[in-house]
């Protein structure tokens, strides 16, 4: 089994930035692709970005920009690097791990509340 948990959210101004970590941990070696979601309320759990073992990354299109994963496999780590925060981003970003012959792990989630 592979066990994730964040940490890094809080509360931030428009405009602030923002890093979220995720440590991995137990059967790491199935994993082959981590990735960050977000889920705001009232609304679905969306795709923020993921990036594979090999290190190939995608990103919802519309946070591309602002937006930036990277991983650490040497300390087992994803980050979200979160830059330009808006209101709109806030919402709980839950850590995700695809593995192999197994459903998907989650973290518990990381609360980020953007607001001045």
């Known amino acids: 089994q592979v066990q994730l948990v964040e940490s890094g959210g809080g509360l931030v101004q428009p405009e602030g930035s923002l890093r979220l970590s995720c440590a991995a941990s137990?059967?790491?070696?199935?994993?082959?692709?981590m990735a960050w979601y977000r889920q705001a309320r009232g609304k679905q759990r969306e795709l923020v970005a993921r990036i594979t073992s090999g290190g190939i990354t995608n990103y919802a299109d519309s946070l591309k920009v602002r937006f930036s994963i990277s991983g650490d496999n040497a300390k087992r780590m994803v980050y979200l690097q979160m830059n330009s925060l808006k209101v709109e981003d806030t919402a709980v970003y839950y850590c995700n791990a695809e593995v192999h012959g197994s459903p998907d792990a989650w973290g518990r989630g990381t609360l980020v509340t953007v607001s001045s």
């Open positions: 137990g059967s790491i070696g199935s994993i082959y692709a």
